[in-house]
């Protein structure tokens, strides 16, 4: 499916051509009118870096509970399922305003604190390397071979899955997805729901072996409080959790890596540099490459009372989509906006892991995955380059920009 020429500027659908592989077209043409709503996404697009900031500035007029679609949202069919198989869903962090959002906010740095980061390091570079020795012939797809299984052994140590199931709960992860993802098919979301019953089932008993066996992990933060505050009742954890595992910890980041290794690969200087100064340099090309390609779309916000914002009287439940990536590249806040530019002085004002009361609280172990998975990279592969007939394609998603495959020759 394509939307018509005449709508890409106006309707966005970031599922579909031309926005699937474009978004900027519709982001660009978007930062020159006031607040509109796209009939696809059924929300009002906010896409200039000004009316970003109001919004994240005033949690107390621009709501979080709308920060993500609801599962049971879904239709009559789908909802049976979620019920039959017992699937709780409350908020998770971010879709949660004060005072609430304190106490689960709390929580999950705990999970992702510092000493969590640094303790992670080593298992970050043994990771890397593996997954570089695994790679044969002198080529591989940088997105099925190296940072979707990097990162998702890294978030799963985060929340204190066991490595063995990772494939299971990487297809569990997977129909979360398909179920907040307003355009896939009913039939494909009423199997989901389905097996959601049976990740229902497998988290509980985590959560239950974690009661009784406390671990340094995320799970047990949640379970036995932490931050000085108590834990959580088992259906919050077991959002926070799904939520963790995959819209906040996972796709976000691997995107993030291939598309600074993207940015780095299609511009000749940036390599040479990273082979003289590799952690200046690899620092500097991951924060253009946040501002360039944000990996997180979008996330919503609901009005609480009627408010003017972007030139566009918004009534009270308005439902808006914070485009983080047409922020990054407005051109009143960051001159030549599309050019890639290790230099800029303001790279830290982009807004890709957002700012304000939800910032991203996974933000440094996000770069510190990427600067682990980019030194090693680099270090191991020095001839490293895009394969000759590489087209880049990206996800048909509607949370996040990410390439499909980065195939990459050495
Ligand atoms: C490059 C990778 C990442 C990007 C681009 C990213 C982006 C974002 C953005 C834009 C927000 C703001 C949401 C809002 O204002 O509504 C956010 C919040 C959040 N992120 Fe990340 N994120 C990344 C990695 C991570 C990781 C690794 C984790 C955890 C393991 C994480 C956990 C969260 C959570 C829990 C929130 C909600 C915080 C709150 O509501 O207080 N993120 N992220």
Redesign the pocket.
């Known amino acids: 499916m394509t939307i018509a020429h005449s709508d890409a500027e106006f309707d966005f659908n970031p599922t579909v051509s031309p926005h699937r592989e474009d978004p900027h077209l519709f982001y660009r043409a978007a930062r020159k009118r006031p607040v509109t709503m796209s009939p696809s996404m059924g929300a009002y697009m906010v896409s200039r870096y000004a009316d970003i900031k109001t919004v ?1 500035d005033d949690p107390d007029t621009f709501s ?1 509970t709308a ?1 993500l679609p609801k599962i049971y949202d879904n239709p009559p069919e789908v909802v049976a399922e979620l019920e039959a198989g017992n699937v709780p869903e409350t908020t ?5 305003d004060e005072p609430r ?1 304190k106490q ?2 709390a929580l ?1 740095d705990a ?2 604190s510092g000493a969590r980061v640094r303790m992670l390091l080593p298992l970050m570079k043994q990771r890397a390397d593996e997954l570089i020795n695994g790679f044969t012939g002198g080529t591989a797809d940088l997105v099925s071979e190296y940072a979707f299984p990097y990162v998702q052994t890294i ?1 799963n140590a ?1 929340i204190g899955f066991p490595p063995e199931d990772s494939e299971l709960i990487q297809g569990w992860t997977d129909d979360l997805t398909v179920l907040w993802n307003p355009f896939t098919p009913v039939e494909d979301r009423v199997a989901s729901a389905r097996r959601v019953g049976d990740y229902t089932r497998y988290l509980q008993e985590q959560i239950d072996d974690r009661r009784a066996n406390p671990r340094d992990d995320m799970i047990s933060g949640l379970v036995h409080g932490a931050n000085g505050f108590p834990g959580l009742s088992d259906d919050y954890i077991h959002n ?1 959790i799904r ?2 595992a995959r ?4 796709d ?2 691997r ?2 890596i291939t598309a600074t290794v993207f940015v780095a690969l299609r511009n000749p200087d940036v390599v040479t540099m990273i082979a003289k100064d590799p952690i200046r340099t690899i620092t500097k090309v991951t924060e253009e490459a ?1 501002r360039h390609d ?3 779309r979008a ?3 609901i009005t609480t009372r009627e408010v003017e914002l972007g030139g566009t009287v918004l009534p009270q439940g308005s439902v808006l989509l ?1 485009l ?1 990536g047409a922020a990054n590249r407005d051109e009143t806040v960051f001159p030549d906006p599309d050019a890639v530019d290790l230099n800029r002085p303001n790279v830290h004002d982009h ?13 440094p ?3 510190a ?2 600067r682990v998975a980019l030194q090693t990279l680099f270090a191991s592969l020095p001839n490293l380059r895009l394969a000759e007939d590489y087209e880049p394609t990206y996800i048909a998603s509607y949370f996040f920009r990410g390439l499909e495959s980065l195939r990459v020759r050495w």
């Open positions: 994240l979080s920060a998770m962090v971010v879709n949660e959002h689960m906010r999950f999970g992702v978030i985060v926070i939520g963790a819209v906040a910890g996972f976000t980041t995107d993030a946040l944000a990996p997180n996330l919503g916000r914070l983080f807004v890709a892991f957002g700012k304000g009361l939800h910032a991203c609280p996974g933000a172990l996000a770069r995955e990427i």
